[in-house]
Nanobody, 121 residues
Framework: QVQLLESGGGLVQAGGSLRLSCAAS????????MGWYRQAPGKQREFIAI???????NYADSMKGPFAISRDNAKKTVYLQMNSLQPEDTAVYYC???????????????WGQGTQVTVSS
């Protein structure tokens, strides 16, 4: 079994910052890509950023400035530093990981349960 556990969400005032963490655990052989998405009420899930095992990053254009993704491979953890938060950033934030559970297994995507981020005006 593989589990992704997000933490760090909460309530913050506009202009504030939060740092989300997502730790992968369980039967994991190797993790290729980790990333973050978010889903606001009544909207589709939205891509934020991904990071490879080598540290290469890719961001949604609108997220590049205020958000920064990073990763600790030894801890199997991905982070999302969010600065200058605005009410429109209110959403459930999900992490994901593309990984193999054994050398011979296929690459599969796993998702966390999500962490709520609420930004008040």
């Amino acid at each position: 079994q593989v589990q992704l556990l997000e933490s760090g969400g909460g309530l913050v005032q506009a202009g504030g910052s939060l740092r989300l963490s997502c730790a992968a655990s369980g039967s994991i052989f190797i993790i290729k890509t980790m990333g973050w998405y978010r889903q606001a009420p009544g909207k589709q899930r939205e891509f934020i950023a991904i990071i490879s095992s080598g540290g290469s990053t890719n961001y949604a254009d609108s997220m590049k400035g205020p958000f920064a993704i990073s990763r600790d491979n030894a801890k199997k953890t991905v982070y999302l530093q969010m600065n200058s938060l605005q009410p429109e950033d209110t959403a459930v934030y999900y992490c994901y990981a593309e990984l193999k559970q054994s050398p011979g297994s296929s690459w599969r995507d796993y998702w966390g349960q999500g962490t709520q981020v609420t930004v008040s005006s």
